[in-house]
């Protein structure tokens, strides 16, 4: 899949939605393999009203969620996962280098390793322009596709 900035080509991809949606854009995918997405950090996102106030940042559990969301692109991309549901079922590592903040664009890099038993891993770069701002090793759990209601 190539560049895409349209929200339905997210939605059509991840089961996630506003307001936990975090990925704004999809910039490149290679299904089961690898993803590369980015989110618009929006000035009037309600959580910085108390984080913090006097010098809002983007909390890190957003940024690990972003990148989870981003490699959720990747798996759910693959014919025989679409549909699925991709939980975050762990963090074996993470660093925040630099602080994200309204107005940002975090770009994260997402690369899976195989998925045994459906567990997976996954090792994920954030990007603000061209410095890093986090890494993490990720752990997910891949479910059923959730009922039609």
């Known amino acids: 899949m190539e ?18 949606l975090f990925v704004s854009r999809i910039v490149s995918v290679e299904a ?3 993803a590369v997405c980015e989110f618009d950090v ?8 108390g984080h913090f106030p006097e010098e809002p940042i983007l909390p890190g559990v957003i940024i690990l969620e972003m ?3 981003s490699g959720a692109v ?5 014919e025989d996962m679409k549909g699925r549901i991709a939980y975050l079922a ?3 590592s993470a660093r925040f280098r630099k602080p994200v903040r309204p ?7 997402v690369a899976l390793g195989p998925v045994r038993r459906r567990i997976g891993r996954g090792d994920g770069i954030a990007y603000v322009k061209d410095q890093e701002v986090a890494r993490a ?13």
């Open 67 to 69: 990148m989870a969301q």
């Open 103 to 109: 107005g940002d664009v975090i770009r994260a890099n």
């Open 32 to 34: 089961g393999v690898c």
């Open 137 to 149: 090793k990720i752990v997910f759990a891949v479910g059923d596709a959730p009922p039609t209601r």
């Open 3 to 20: 560049y895409c900035d349209a929200a339905q080509a997210v939605c059509d991809v991840l089961p996630h939605r506003p307001p936990f």
């Open 90 to 92: 762990g963090i074996e």
């Open 42 to 49: 929006p000035y009037d996102l309600p959580l910085f009203q």
């Open 74 to 78: 990747a798996l759910l991309s693959q």
